[in-house]
Each structure stands twice: as C-alpha cells, then as structure tokens.
C-alpha cells in the first residue's frame, strides 16, 4: 500500500508544471507551444482523475475482499466450535468456500 500511496501522491500532488509565458509577440510557433502546454496539463489532470477512480475502486475492493474473508473464517470458526483453529485448515476451508463448485 505504501507503493501506491508514493505514486499516487506524485501523480496526484506533484507541483503543476509551469504553462509557457505570454509574450505581447505571440508568433505561431509560440501559439502552438502554448496550446499544446494546455493541452497536455489538461491531459495530465484528467490521467490523475482516472488515478484516483482507479485507487477508490482498488480501495473499495480491497475492504470488500478483506470483509469477505473476515466473514469466510468466522464461518469456520462456528462450524469448529472452537475459537482457535489451525490457520492451514482455515485458509484451505475459507477457500474451498470462496471457489466456485463444478455444479
């Protein structure tokens, strides 16, 4: 999670690059740098957009995974009768009821 905290951040929060100066001579040339350093600032903005979707998204299915496998193990737990269980037969049980049957 650190990792993608690091670029998320430089994506995200990194300082925005300065769009060229206008000069009162504006030539063609100048013009066209000018407009294409908007554009790529725009574009810039709307890739970190789709960062941070993407980040919520991971996030949100990271907690939901997280939740189901708390609740997978607590299945295991109850059907034990037993709080404490050997953690190799409970990943392979939790598993075996999170994969899909051949039926």
């Excluded at 790529?40 to 496998?69: G, M």
């Amino acid at each position: 999670m650190g990792t993608a905290g690091f670029w998320t951040y430089q994506f995200i929060w990194s300082a925005p690059q300065p769009l060229l100066a206008v000069t009162s001579d504006s030539t063609p040339e100048a013009e066209q740098q000018r407009l294409a350093a908007i554009k790529e600032e725009e574009q810039r903005q709307a890739k970190t957009a789709d960062l941070e979707a993407k980040l919520t998204s991971a996030e949100a299915e990271q907690q939901r995974l997280k939740e189901e496998v708390q609740h997978a193990f607590g299945d295991v737990r109850a059907r034990a009768g037993s709080p404490v269980l050997n953690y190799q037969d409970a990943s392979a049980d939790a598993l075996s009821c999170a994969l899909p049957t051949g039926g």
